[in-house]
């Protein structure tokens, strides 16, 4: 297959990019499982934005940036707010219903670190709507095709080129398109772009307990760092205070969340006494930001040895549960538990990754004609620690950054949309070879060596992180890791054993990152530099290197 533009991933940052993209050419969007199945589709909160009458960009630019905690990119960050309100109006115009007020107003809720109301929100389930509207408007544009259980094995880049060819290719940091494995079919194919945008979202189940829906395995970090992308901030991977506590936690469980929104509406934490705990621990109490909620609450179990602590919605009152969390009460609901009357069991989950493939301001790689947006990339936006309902306003924000750079690039080279080294390019490309391959055998392998990476990175490399804990991870990590590629090596692909060598290729990376900041910030909280002024502050971002290609 041949295309204009390739878009692995169908959340909003995907679709919202491919709908622009259409504009110029064929764009292709690969997804791997039914094409609603993303992060996007479970966001409840909103999307942070400057609209109320008492707000203004500069709040909005203070909190992101007190919540990234020094190390945001303040260029990306007013990017995002001042052009916040722009996006959001693109959204309505699409169709998105948002939710308004008696008056007809949007609705503006509030979220932990804002200092002022500024969710737009659909009830709570933003993202399903957002994911409605767009895949709707996608499903409508001819240029536009959406392949569903199309897995991206691996980025073409010039180690996939015939060896006698390569010598034309000007610059080795070049991405032509992906592999992808047809799950339908189990055939590779290889699609070959002009340009290729990584969409791919989260990472969260490289962790237990996660908010994130199976698809999260990380696949685009591990994509990207193949191909020789560089990735940054790696070791920020916050966990969201409050998900629903559930007893039985299986390989790919997605544990249900419980949005910050509850807490914006009033509720409150408590332990399992009923007693306050948050004034402790910040003078914002339950409605600090999620970094200091969730070591509180982590902080609270390891004291008392309790496994959850309750958030206690009962002051919201049952009529504006119902009606403005109604998903959120009936999902309680049918678990048997009513939101109205009895406090909500609650544990912090790994929720979001605030690193990702180091992008600039156009949303560009270091590899030429590749870029990445959403979850996967990292802009700088959101430094040690994400505000909440910055990430769906990051996603649409930098896709409209992409499209903007491709139009100039473009219109620079009156039009010629060509921008592979080589015509024709494809002929030189291989074909995916099995050679070597065999079916696998040991698929017990691969469930165990899933599960042992998830409790590895929930017991070492989570909420709370020391250097002897990052070093034992790592330790087994790497032994993982040579045995899962000496697996990969002789064995067919199949979406499970992609997913596994993505998974601990992700925890290995998080790790690395982790040991090079010898320091407590944000997200990243080290039981060895527990204090922020007793050592000297690592003020840049870490970068984790990207590969060399032969
Ligand atoms: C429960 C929950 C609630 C949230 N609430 C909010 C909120 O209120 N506000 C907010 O701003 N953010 C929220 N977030 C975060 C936000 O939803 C995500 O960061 C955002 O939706 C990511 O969008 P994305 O387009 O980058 O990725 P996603 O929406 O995750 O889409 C990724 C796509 O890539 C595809 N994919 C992945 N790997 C491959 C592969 N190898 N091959 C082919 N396709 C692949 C997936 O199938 C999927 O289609 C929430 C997240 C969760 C999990």
Sequence with gaps: MKTDFLIIGSGIAGLSLGLRLSEFGTVIIITKKKKAESNTNYAQGGIASVLGKEDNFDLHIKDTL???AGLC????????????????????????????DENGNLKLGREGGHSKNRIVHAKDLTGKEIERVLLYKA??????KILEYHFAIELLTVRNIKPEFRKVIKNKYTCFGAYTLNAKTGKVEKIVANKTIIATGGLGQVYLHTTNPAIATGDGFALGYRAGCELANMEFVQFHPTTLYQKEIEEDTQVFLISEAVRGAGAILKNKNGKEFMHKYDKRKSLAPRDIVARAIDSELKRTGDNFVYLDATVIGEERLKKEFPNIYQQCLNRGLDISKSMIPVVPAAHYSCGGLKVNIEGKTNIKNLYAC??????GVHGANRLASNSLLEAV???????????????????NKQNTEVKNIEKFIFNWSEKGTANAEEWILIKHNKLEIKEIMSDYVGIVRSTYRLKRALRRIKMMKDEIKEFYDRTKVSVDLLELRNLVTVAYI???SAMKRKESRGLHYMLDYPKRDDINFKKDTIIFKRIKLQ
């Design 139 to 144: 499903s409508k544009n001819p240029k536009i």
């Design 374 to 379: 959403g979850e996967v990339a990292m802009t």
């Design 73 to 100: 990119n303040v260029k990306a960050v007013e990017t995002i707010v001042r052009e916040g309100p722009e996006s959001i109006y693109e959204l309505l115009s699409l169709g998105v219903k948002f939710t308004r």
């Design 510 to 512: 998080i790790i690395k």
């Design 397 to 415: 924000v930098f896709s409209k950054k992409i499209y903007e750079s491709i139009r100039n690039e473009y219109k620079r080279n009156n039009n």
């Design 66 to 68: 007190e919540c990234g």
